[in-house]
C-alpha cells in the first residue's frame, strides 16, 4: 500500500470519527461541505480523495486541523486519559444493596464504564437495551443470564452480545470488577 494510500485511509478514519463524536450524519455533514453523501462516505473509506478546498471546509466543520486529520498532530480532544485515582465511583441505589459503577469514556458514540458487584448483588434487572455490550472481567467472577443461556465469566474473560437480548449480571464472588462498553 502506498503511502498517500495510507495517509488519505487514515485522514478519512479520523474524519468518520470525529464527525460521529460531534454527533453529524454522513448526510448532514455532507450537505455542509457541498459533497454529495456518496463522495464523502467514500472519503472516509479511504477509497476517494477530497480537494484541498473541501479538506479546509471539512477541518473546519469538525473544528480540528487538516494536519490533525493527516494524524501530523492530536488535539486535546482526541484522547481522554482517566487515571484510576480520578474514578468517580457511584452508587445506583441508597443502600450497599446495589452495585458501584465509574463512567471511563468521555462524550463519544460508546459508553464504557468499571463496575463493582459484591456477592449477591446484580447489575441491572433483566435489562435490554440498543446497541452491543462488551464485558472483560478485571477480577472475580459474574454470572451472566443471556435469554436462555447462561455462562460464567472469570478474570480475563470476555463476552460480547447484542444489547437487545434481555441479560442480567450477578455477582459470583465476594467482589467482582468488569469493564462495561456499550457501544
Do not use: C, W
Not at 35 to 43: A, P, V
Not at 87 to 105: D, I, M, V
Not at 140 to 154: E, M, P, Q, R, W
Request: aromatic share 8%; no cysteine.
Amino acid at each position: 500500500m502506498s503511502s498517500s494510500l495510507e495517509q488519505q485511509q487514515l485522514a478519512g478514519s479520523h474524519a468518520r470519527a470525529l464527525r460521529r463524536r460531534k454527533g453529524y450524519t454522513l448526510e448532514a455533514l455532507a450537505d455542509q461541505l457541498k459533497l454529495s453523501k456518496g463522495h464523502l462516505s467514500r472519503f472516509e473509506r479511504g477509497e476517494k480523495a477530497l480537494s484541498v478546498m473541501s479538506l479546509l471546509r471539512l477541518a473546519e466543520a469538525l473544528e480540528t486541523t487538516v494536519g490533525q486529520l493527516f494524524g501530523e498532530t492530536i488535539g486535546d480532544t482526541d484522547f481522554r486519559v482517566l487515571r484510576a485515582q480520578d474514578a468517580q465511583f457511584e452508587r445506583t441505589g441508597p443502600s450497599e444493596a446495589e452495585y458501584r459503577y465509574a463512567l471511563l469514556s468521555g462524550k463519544g458514540e460508546h459508553s464504557t464504564f468499571l463496575v463493582e458487584l459484591t456477592r449477591g448483588k446484580q447489575h441491572e434487572n433483566r435489562s435490554l437495551h440498543a446497541g452491543l455490550e462488551l464485558l472483560f472481567m478485571r477480577s472475580g467472577s459474574i454470572h451472566v443470564t443471556l435469554a436462555d443461556k447462561s455462562f460464567v465469566l472469570n478474570e480475563g474473560d470476555y463476552l460480547e452480545f447484542p444489547g437487545s437480548i434481555p441479560h442480567l449480571i450477578e455477582s459470583e464472588s465476594e467482589t467482582a470488577v468488569f469493564l462495561l462498553v456499550v457501544v
